[in-house]
């Protein structure tokens, strides 16, 4: 197959960014889209241009460090992280546009590459449960319902990759936020500090500058572990009862 | 040179209480004196700087990663081993001990092992306090699941994700202590080299792949958690990142590097469908629970649709071959025979190289929805990436790199030869000798960082009050300056080839000549074509851009530099180990039904090889093994 690549390319965070026109020749249907980039880089070599920096490690889907806008879709169009999107899923001949994630607290270091690291500091200032190594009860101590495990799983599936916050109208990071906030707050062993976590991921996810969510559910529909934004609506819920209670001067 | 491996003295379920009884204890007040360098964020890197920040210590965790939590144990789908016994099918920690032992095909030190089965049980009961949502049954208990090599349910599992949970786990408890100043972290910074002062391991030297700048670290103590060398073969499950470099440099200054030649296939993969293929999926092992595993019989059936197929005409060849254990027959036995039945002219799909992965007898039996349940998403991975659907067509599965069980040497404490380096997780040599059971990985990189390296690490620190090392110490400069020369290097060869070819070219060779079957012959041949592609490299590898900002060529050219050396230490080693055992399958030797033929005799020991310059033939050092408890037999998993 062949396609006409337009790609982002930006020496640096400060320096101003622009659209460049390659082509991919002969890419088997077969490739993934990172598979397709390497035969390109290998060819811009050839032709003495420097090779387009993008990220990606596990190619399996599960990393998250993969990150490419893929004709303005965070990971392409279907479910799935970027280096699971095969080539077989375009036209031959196709223009495709490839840009970095867009999002205000991810600035593009390079090319195709941005810094995410606010996601991790959103993690710090509470994705935890505070326990000491070796102090943990037996596992089968607490039983924990099968549907409440179940759901708990659906929210800790989250792989941090950032796609929510780039399809996000506001740059908001409120799915990937919350999908932490519910994991640990619908276990038992999370319900101790479910109060002050919600408070403060929240506070930091405002710091970051990451944008509120209005509702537009672009989040969910790129989300390549298929977290629900209902999980938002529950972040919200538990933010607002731990907010009123601060408020009221309980401790929390 | 001699190794002492410090096992403790007694009966071997008492070594480790034995140890802690005895273990000499960094007080509170003194932990906060000692700063810790750890290489590496997955499973064993993330625990231990947790663990140790949580105790007092002052630690600064390296990851290559933009995150600590993309570390590539999160990659990792079946599950955790534990000797929980919670399904009352007779497991103990004996029994996991002996498993695993009998796995390794008797090539694993009695004591680390173990105290491994032993320390098992608490890794559940850590990550399940941490949040790990594992799996439960409906009263709430925490469900089980088979794995290869055992007749026992005691693999705890998280869906198909079972490392990225335990990974983010480990990853909330290193954000906590960032969060509290204990730790901190350098993302996108790689590891360069190891810094030697007076024979002790005392810094490391690193490159900021953001920016270039390469600077130095002291330190107390150093751990290199830094994982396997799968990538050596090119083609692996690995993550594009994985590399040899951070071990190979500690090799290099002096560490020895245990049992190279010890690395596994795993047997259900995606097979390769082109060149321009850059890594392998692994399908999880778990699908072998509910899968069943089959070729044709006849040669002339394997380009027909395997529906069409009958039953008679199937040969279920581990079924067949290993009735005990069936298509739960370990990774290295499983591996083979579906390259026998390939080698046969039996293998499905392109090039033949695969065999049937078939689902419609659990289908039948337990619904497609329980199924689904099961390994949905393992289900949806395969039909994205073969554009087939597995709930109507067997999968095709091939083995492919997975694992690697060599290592650095460390001795009982997880200390190398080196004082004060520190090896965990897989790359250390130690549990898992020559073959690495299912869901054993994650629970030897969770119990090097939770529960061993927390209790040993003062057997070196006590030795080392007052002696804090001087970070103007010449030997930083001058190992800074080499690492730089070595960019700088790389940089100026100016030739026409991009890495990746060299890293392909490299790859291939292995796979061919110490890949799932070793012969003497090939190995020499491949010893004198790596050789030579090392030279090619040296004088034509191309190479553009800045090494001032964001450059992966460079950085994989680095990779890929220390791959071509590693890859001839690793074909040495499986020259001079004259016998077959677990992966290591030496065409010389194996039973008349094709089994590995093991010598005792002559070959229970480590081979741990030492540096003795560039173009200089490396030491052999033998740490026999020495067995107490178990008696050597031959593997046997009919």
Redesign the interface.
């Known amino acids: 197959m062949n396609f006409h690549l337009k790609v982002w390319r930006q020496k640096d965070t400060n320096a101003p960014g622009t659209l460049e026109e390659y082509e991919a020749e002969n890419i088997p249907a077969g490739a993934s889209f990172l598979e397709m980039l390497d035969i390109v880089n290998a060819d811009l070599t050839r032709k003495n241009i420097e090779p387009i920096q993008f990220d990606s490690d596990c190619r399996e889907g599960i990393c998250g460090t993969c990150s490419l806008t893929i004709n303005g879709i965070p990971h392409g169009k279907g479910r799935g992280t970027t280096c699971q999107l095969y080539m077989r899923k375009f036209q031959d001949g196709e223009t495709i546009t490839i840009e970095p994630f867009r999002a205000d607290a991810f600035p593009v270091q390079r090319d195709l590459v941005t810094n995410r690291s606010a996601f991790d500091r959103v993690i710090q200032a509470g994705g935890y449960i505070s326990e000491r190594t070796g102090s943990a009860p037996d596992a089968n101590s607490v039983p924990i319902s099968k549907v409440i495990a179940d759901q708990a799983m659906d929210a800790a599936a989250c792989i941090g990759c950032g796609a929510c916050a780039a399809a996000c109208p506001n740059g908001s990071a409120m799915l990937f936020v919350s999908a932490k906030v519910t994991h640990l707050g619908l276990l038992p062993q999370g319900k101790p500090e479910k109060n002050r976590r919600v408070l403060s991921m929240v506070r930091q996810m405002d710091e970051e500058g990451f944008g509120n969510c209005s509702n537009y559910y672009a989040c969910e529909a790129v989300c390549p572990a298929g977290v629900p934004a209902a999980f938002i609506g529950r972040m919200n819920r538990e933010f607002t009862a731990a907010s009123m209670k601060e408020m009221v001067g309980m401790s929390v | 040179m001699t190794l002492d491996s410090k096992i403790p003295p007694g009966p071997l379920d008492k070594k480790w209480t034995t140890f802690k009884n005895n273990a000499k204890i960094v007080s509170p007040a003194n932990k906060r004196k000692f700063d810790l360098i750890i290489v590496g964020s997955g499973l064993a890197g993330a625990?231990a700087a947790?663990?140790l920040a949580?105790q007092g210590y002052n630690v600064k965790c390296f990851c290559y990663?933009?995150?600590?939590?993309?570390a590539?144990s999160?990659?990792a789908q079946g599950g955790i081993n534990a000797a929980?016994n919670?399904q009352n099918d007779g497991d103990s920690v004996y029994r996991l001990f002996y498993d695993t032992i009998k796995g390794g095909d008797f090539r694993a030190r009695e004591a680390n092992v173990h105290r491994l089965a032993e320390v098992s049980t608490?890794i559940?009961?850590?990550?399940?306090?941490?949040?790990v949502?594992?799996?439960?049954?409906?009263?709430?208990?925490?469900d089980n699941r088979s794995f290869g090599g055992a007749q026992v349910s005691r693999t705890f599992y998280?869906?198909g994700?079972t490392g990225?949970?335990l990974l983010?786990g480990a990853?909330?408890?290193l954000?906590?202590q960032?969060?509290t100043g204990a730790v901190k972290?350098f993302?996108k910074t790689e590891m360069l080299d190891l810094v030697v002062v007076d024979g002790h391991a005392k810094g490391i030297v690193v490159r900021d792949l953001?920016t270039g700048e390469i600077s130095t670290h002291a330190a107390d103590a150093v751990l290199l958690c830094t994982g396997g060398y799968g990538n050596v073969f090119y083609l692996s499950?690995n993550?594009?990142?994985c590399n040899v470099s951070a071990t190979f440099r500690a090799y290099k200054r002096g560490a020895l590097f245990a049992n190279p030649c010890y690395t596994q296939i795993h047997p259900t993969c995606i097979p390769v469908?082109?060149d321009?293929?850059?890594?392998l999926?692994?399908m999880s092992e778990s699908l072998r629970n509910d899968g069943r595993i089959w070729v044709p019989k006849r040669k002339e059936d394997c380009g027909k649709d395997p529906a069409t197929i009958a039953e008679a005409d199937r040969d279920y060849f581990l079924e067949r071959k290993y009735p005990s254990y069936g298509n739960l027959a370990p990774r290295d036995i499983s591996s083979r025979s579906a390259k026998e039945a390939c080698d046969e002219g039996r293998g499905v799909g392109p090039g033949g190289l695969g065999v049937y992965l078939d689902f419609a007898d659990a289908i039948k039996r337990l619904g497609q929805k329980t199924i689904e349940e099961r390994y949905g998403n393992l289900f949806e991975?395969y039909q994205?990436?073969t554009?087939e659907n597995a709930y109507e067509r067997p999968m095709r599965i091939y083995p492919a790199v997975h694992y690697t069980m060599g290592g650095l040497w460390v001795d009982y404490n997880l200390m190398s030869n080196i004082p004060g380096l520190h090896v965990l997780g897989e790359a250390n040599f130690s549990d898992h000798g020559a073959n690495r059971l299912g869901a054993s990985a994650l629970m030897q990189g969770l119990a090097d960082g939770?529960?061993v390296i927390?209790y040993t690490l003062g057997e070196y620190l006590t030795s080392q009050f007052g002696k804090k090392v001087d970070p103007k110490h010449p030997a930083f400069e001058q190992t800074l300056q080499e690492s730089k020369a070595r960019v700088q290097k790389l940089i100026n060869i100016k030739g026409t080839k991009?890495v990746?070819y060299f890293h392909r070219s490299l790859g291939l060779l292995i796979w061919d000549y110490c890949g799932m079957a070793r012969s003497s012959e090939g190995l020499k041949e491949a010893i004198g074509k790596i050789q030579q592609l090392r030279a090619e490299f040296w004088s034509d590898l191309?190479l553009?851009?800045d090494p001032n900002?964001?450059?992966?060529?460079l950085e994989r050219a680095g990779r890929v530099a220390d791959f071509l050396e590693f890859g001839e230490l690793m074909c040495l080693d499986a020259l001079v180990r004259d016998e077959s055992c677990g992966g290591h399958f030496r065409t010389e030797h194996q039973t008349p039904e094709g089994e590995a033929l093991r010598n005792d005799q002559d070959f229970a020991f480590v081979s741990a090889w030492q540096y003795t310059g560039d173009g200089n033939m490396p030491n052999l050092v033998k740490e026999p093994l020495v067995y107490e408890q178990v008696k050597l037999s031959t593997r046997s998993y009919k």
């Open positions: 625990s947790a663990t949580e990663q933009d995150s600590p939590r993309r590539h999160i990659a929980k919670y608490s559940i009961d850590q990550c399940v306090a941490q949040g949502p594992f799996a439960r049954e409906y009263g709430g208990l925490l998280a869906r994700q990225q949970q983010l990853y909330s408890g954000s906590h960032i969060a972290m993302p953001k499950t993550a594009r990142g469908s082109g321009y293929q850059s890594k999926t692994l991975m994205n990436i554009g939770y529960f927390p991009p990746d191309k553009l851009g900002g964001i450059n992966m060529e």
